[in-house]
């Protein structure tokens, strides 16, 4: 069997792959670093795991976007990440029939610089 790294991209919305072939498949979900206000926004959490898929299972993600940057006085602090999540079920149900992964996004940078 060929080792294939696939990487999903933050679209806003929800995306899917269907496992071409029964086995074993390391999957990694990482959370998006917050945006950077007085100081850098946090890093996001990353999770790696070992999953068996079979032939035709679907695996649904969504990939969570940096956060904004604060932008002006009477805003200074960054919006927070948005979390990435991996999810086994016939469809793309909102309420995951069997959650795989969920990586946490970063907090938002400070407010201030001190």
């Given amino acids: 069997?060929?080792?294939?790294?696939?990487?999903?991209?933050p679209t806003g919305t929800i995306q899917h792959y269907i496992a071409p072939v029964t086995g074993l498949y390391v999957i990694e979900a990482?959370?998006?670093q917050g945006g950077a206000g007085g100081g850098p926004g946090g890093?996001?959490?990353?999770?790696?795991?070992?999953?068996?898929?079979t032939h035709g299972e679907i695996?649904?993600?969504?990939?969570?976007?940096q956060g904004t940057a604060g932008s002006t006085p009477h805003?200074?602090?960054?919006?927070?990440g948005g979390g990435s999540f991996v999810w086994k079920s016939m469809s793309d149900v909102l309420l995951p029939a069997q959650p795989l992964l969920a990586a946490g996004g970063g907090g938002g940078g400070s407010?201030?610089?001190g």
Avoid: E, N
């Avoid at 890093?43 to 070992?50: E, Q, Y």
């Avoid at 805003?75 to 927070?80: E, L, N, T």
């Fill in 1 to 9: 069997m060929s080792h294939s790294t696939l990487v999903f991209s």
């Fill in 30 to 32: 990482a959370g998006a």
């Fill in 43 to 53: 890093k996001g959490a990353r999770l790696k795991g070992t999953f068996p898929l």
């Fill in 59 to 65: 695996v649904w993600i969504v990939v969570g976007r």
């Fill in 75 to 80: 805003q200074p602090a960054g919006g927070g």
């Fill in 111 to 113: 407010g201030s610089d």
